[in-house]
Each structure stands twice: as structure tokens, then as C-alpha cells.
């Protein structure tokens, strides 16, 4: 089964049409690899609730993360929507991979973007977070901040040349495997960004989360208790961790609503697959109108968000403003994902609520997506807060 489609294909060619066919043989390569390596295990991963780090090890070696990088930082200096295009084909695959990796790549950006050379040159080039040597996550959210990031709590004083942290973070992507933590507290400037190193005296996991969905991703609480770190872990300037949060979870968005198309694809290709197999009153049920009107919606639905995430990854690769586009094609992809993997399951009656066919997992994955990152009714409001600021 070809992950990589002929939709991306043309949106690729319409972007980048002179460096097409250089891009080009880098998805059906990556596709290849994903096909290979990544899909076969995605069933389990998820049933199973294994952390896919084989398949993730794979795709850093194919240079996944690095790709959209500058070289100056190990990175491959390709355009970002040509990262989005193989981030898509990974959560086709398996979304507790794409959604891990996802995590880590923001971390990546966010200390390409606030960090000191210091920092970038320890962690982005000797300890090798863009090859997948070391594992990051990032950490804000807290039992009692999730979409009010403004009420965090952990804290952190600066005492001689070190700062010591106290808090809990809690729904933290990679918790118990991530090598280093980008976590927010409080100082008494303001909220501020540092990097914690996970082996950090003072710094432990708490409880595992489970999930409905992505159940391959480890999900738990980073406990702090006098946590000391240097005073250079220090990411930017005391104070503006919020305006760097926001830089990095429109980065974020940004690869949710790719994930999300991605993960309606697959729903949606089974569904059209099993309704050409499937006969009921003597004919297959893709002839019927009300499949037929199901495949319509779905496929517009699907094409309208991938236009729409692609379009605002080529504004973040001109450097223009895209943060009402990120969230539009975040909120957009996310729930137009979650009524694709609905109707797939209708339409496999039955069998779509059954393992059999692995296509719950979809619905699953998908409805994390109107989550992370921004929940849906987040940026709603954001999104008409900068429409209203606009006029």
C-alpha cells in the first residue's frame, strides 16, 4: 500500500515546481521505508501499547527530524512543507510514532529558535536530538493548566549560577524515555523556559497515563522537587517563556493537522477498499448513494485540510506571520479527521467496530488531535481573536 499520494504530489509540484523531482524521490523513498518498517508494526504498537523506538530509530536515520533544519545545525536545510509531506506519510502509518517524533521535532525548533549557541551546539550537534541520539519532550501543561497556560505553578529560583525547579507537569509526550525535558516555570520575572536534563538529581516520573488513543506514546507526569540546574539551561529570556511557548505550539499545530490528514487518509482508504469487497443486497455498498455521499465528504474534507496545513507550512517557510493559519489548519484537520474515521467505521458497520480491521484505532488516534496542542474550542477563540485584532 503506497503511503505517499497523488495529492501531495501536486501540491508538492505546484510549491517546488523546479526541486520537484528531488523531493520527490525523497517521499517515495521515505515512503518505502515507513512501508517497510513502521506500518507493519503499527497494529501492534498500539495493541500492545510498545513505544515504537525501532521505528523511530529508523526514520531519524533516514533524517527526518534534521531535514527541515539549517545546516549549521546538522540539519538538511529542505523546504518545511517537504517535512510536513513525510510527516504525513508517518501518521498514516502509525500515529503513536508521528506523534512522538512530532513532540520532539518542536523541541528541536524551539532551541533553534530561543536557545544560546551553547545549548544549541550541546544538544542539536554532540548530543544528537536531530539524528535521534537523545529524546526530548516538552513540558508545560500541569494538573491544573492545560489550555490556561497562564495558571502554571511549578516555579523556579535562581540561587548563585543555578535555578532550582518545583512542579509537576503532567500529559507530557515522551515522559520516562525523553533524554531532556523543555519545561516552563514561573520566576519572578515571569514564566520562563529552561532544559532539564532527565537524569537531573531532583527530577522523576510519575504516573503513566493511559489512553484511549496513540497508546504506543508514553504519556506521564515529570515531577520537580528541588531540582537544580545550571543557570546556562536557561532557554531565551526570563520572562518571555510564554511568547517562546506559542512560537513553538504554532510549529506544533502545524504537524498535528498534517498527522491529522494523515490519519484520515488511512481511515478513509480502507473505507473506500472494503466497500468495493462488501455486498450487501447483492451489490457492492460502494454503489449505494449514501456510501458514495460518505466517500464525497470525506475526500473534500481531507483535501481542504491538507491544502490548508500545506499552505500554512509554506507561509512558516517564508517567514511571514502563520499563526491564524496554523491553528485554522489544526482546528480544521483535527475535526474533519474524527468525522472521517466516524464514517469509515459506519460504513464498515460492523466490522468497524471491531479489531478485525484495525480502523477504531483511526477514530482513536484522531480524536486526540482536537486536543493536543490547542484544543478545538481554544482555537476557536484564538483564531477570532485575530480576525477581530485584524480589522
Not at 150 to 161: M, N, Q, S, V, Y
Not at 252 to 259: A, E, K, Y
Not at 312 to 338: H, I, N, R, T
Request: glycine share 8%; net charge negative; proline share 4%.
Amino acid at each position: 500500500m503506497a503511503l505517499y499520494t497523488e495529492d501531495q504530489k501536486r501540491i508538492l509540484k505546484t510549491l517546488y515546481p523546479n526541486d520537484f523531482e528531488d523531493y520527490d524521490i525523497i517521499l517515495r523513498t521515505l515512503d518505502k521505508v515507513i512501508e517497510k518498517e513502521v506500518l507493519p508494526r503499527a497494529e501492534e504498537v498500539d495493541g500492545e501499547k510498545i513505544f515504537p523506538k525501532e521505528g523511530m530509530d529508523t526514520l531519524f536515520e533516514e533524517g527526518l527530524v534534521s531535514m527541515s533544519f539549517p545546516p549549521e545545525y546538522g540539519g538538511l536545510g529542505l523546504p518545511y512543507p517537504v517535512y510536513i509531506a513525510c510527516m504525513e506519510l508517518v501518521s498514516k502509518a502509525c500515529a503513536s510514532t508521528s506523534i512522538s517524533l512530532a513532540i520532539h521535532s518542536t523541541v528541536c525548533e524551539g532551541l533553534r529558535l530561543f536557545a544560546s549557541e551553547e545549548l544549541k551546539k550541546t544538544w542539536l550537534l554532540e548530543k544528537g536530538l536531530l539524528e535521534g541520539r537523545s529524546l526530548a519532550a516538552f513540558a508545560l501543561t500541569e494538573p491544573g493548566c492545560g489550555s490556561d497556560a497562564g495558571a502554571i505553578r511549578t516555579k523556579a529560583r535562581l540561587e548563585g549560577d543555578e535555578y532550582v525547579i518545583d512542579g509537576t507537569k503532567t500529559f507530557i509526550t515522551n515522559a520516562g524515555v525523553a533524554d531532556v525535558y523543555f519545561v516552563f516555570a514561573l520566576t519572578d520575572n515571569g514564566p520562563t523556559a529552561f532544559l532539564v536534563e532527565a537524569d537531573r538529581p531532583g527530577l522523576s516520573i510519575g504516573k503513566d497515563i493511559p489512553k484511549v488513543g496513540v497508546k504506543g506514546t508514553k504519556t506521564g507526569e515529570v515531577i520537580f522537587e528541588d531540582c537544580r540546574i545550571p543557570s546556562s539551561n536557561l532557554v531565551g529570556t526570563e520572562g518571555k517563556g510564554f511568547k517562546h511557548a506559542k512560537e513553538m505550539l504554532n510549529r506544533g499545530r502545524l504537524t498535528i493537522g498534517v498527522l491529522s490528514v494523515g490519519i484520515a487518509q488511512a481511515a478513509l482508504e480502507k473505507a473506500l477498499r472494503y466497500s468495493k469487497e462488501r455486498k450487501a443486497f447483492g451489490t457492492p455498498i460502494s454503489s449505494f448513494q449514501l456510501t458514495q455521499e460518505k466517500f464525497a465528504n470525506m475526500v473534500t474534507e481531507i483535501n481542504a485540510a491538507r491544502l490548508l496545513t500545506y499552505y500554512a507550512a509554506s507561509l512558516k517557510e517564508q517567514g511571514v506571520p502563520f499563526a491564524s493559519e496554523a491553528a485554522q489548519a489544526k482546528l480544521f484537520a483535527s475535526e474533519a479527521s474524527v468525522r472521517a474515521c466516524d464514517n469509515t467505521i459506519q460504513v464498515l458497520g460492523g466490522y468497524g467496530y471491531a479489531d478485525e480491521y484495525d480502523v477504531h484505532r483511526h477514530w482513536r488516534d484522531a480524536k486526540l488531535m482536537t486536543i493536543g496542542e490547542g484544543s478545538s474550542e481554544i482555537l476557536r477563540l484564538l483564531i477570532a481573536h485575530m480576525a477581530l485584532k485584524a480589522v
